[in-house]
């Protein structure tokens, strides 16, 4: 009969703090760390880039990064993505880093608050520059925005993107004076009276030359037929609008997005795997 505490003695050896109690090597399966048997490879890459960062992520944001990753990948969203930042990690170092890649890392000014919940501005200063060029990064027919609001109430404010002049605009504005505008590489249409509550998984979309769409969830607020005009030199914006006129929203921010435009059904899978990521860190709306 083996000698169990010599076989034992081996596998703490081989496996480090991997080892299972009862568990010869044949079971463990594949020799490596856990991180790499339990996690997405790109998910992984986040995490470590937090790390690196000098932010900290608990098992349940780990576990739910995870899955997030995995459900946009399985509906061919993981691809459009040139930007997610799922802000978690309750601090400047975590919630600044991008989920796709290690490009695009954004940078904070002061006047946030960092909490498990997401990030809130404080409605007169904060943004946090994403650093991503749409001239450089984007397509100017296919583009979207998004952005998880947790706060419901009237405030004036550009909860992201951009203005490049009047006529060249990328921004999702959930209310401003009793009124929503959205718009990619166009000016503002006569924008949409704000109904409903402004906490929401906004999204606006370009998915075409001539089509704009927003969304609050998985609902329609608004379709424009209006021609894009060019791509802005100008980096967009978290919790702003890059512009003179920056007008910082209030509202905490659970997740934002920038990537290319999306349709209909990708918008309504994109909305399913978001508020699953935030039912399981429950800090959904």
């Not at 880039?49 to 061919?76: I, M, P, Y």
């Not at 503002?188 to 998984?201: E, I, K, L, M, V």
């Not at 704009?212 to 919790?239: C, D, E, M, Q």
């Not at 921010?253 to 209909?264: E, K, M, P, Q, R």
Request: proline residues 3%.
């Amino acid at each position: 009969m083996p000698d169990f505490g010599i076989m034992r003695g081996f596998n703490e050896k081989l496996f480090g703090d991997k080892l299972v109690a009862g568990q010869l090597p044949t079971q463990l399966g594949v020799i490596g760390s856990q991180q790499a048997l339990d996690f997405d490879v790109d998910a992984q890459a986040f995490f470590d880039r937090v790390t690196v960062a000098g932010g900290t992520l608990s098992t349940t944001e780990k576990q739910a990064v995870n899955q997030l990753v995995l459900d946009l990948k399985a509906n061919s969203l993981w691809t459009p993505m040139k930007a997610i930042y799922p802000m978690v990690g309750a601090s400047a170092a975590a919630c600044a880093q991008n989920l796709k890649s290690s490009s695009f890392t954004g940078t904070f000014t002061s006047g946030w608050t960092f909490a498990s919940t997401g990030v809130t501005g404080n409605g007169t200063s904060s943004y946090m520059d994403t650093s991503l060029v749409p001239s450089v990064s984007l397509t100017l027919n296919s583009t979207h925005l998004s952005y998880y609001s947790r706060t419901n109430n009237s405030y004036n404010a550009s909860e992201i993107g951009y203005e490049f002049g009047g006529s060249n605009q990328a921004q999702i504005i959930i209310n401003f004076g009793g009124t929503s505008y959205d718009c990619v590489y166009n000016a503002p249409g006569a924008g949409t009276a704000r109904s409903g509550t402004t906490s929401a998984f906004f999204v606006v979309s370009r998915p075409s030359a001539v089509l704009v769409k927003s969304y609050r969830n998985t609902s329609i607020i608004a379709t424009n037929s209006l021609a894009s005009v060019s791509l802005g030199t100008s980096s967009i914006y978290v919790g702003a609008r890059n512009s003179p006129g920056k007008i910082p929203t209030n509202r905490e921010c659970a997740f934002s997005s920038i990537g290319d435009g999306l349709d209909d059904t990708q918008e309504s899978n994109f909305y399913t795997a978001v508020q699953a990521f935030q039912t399981t860190l429950s800090r959904q709306v």
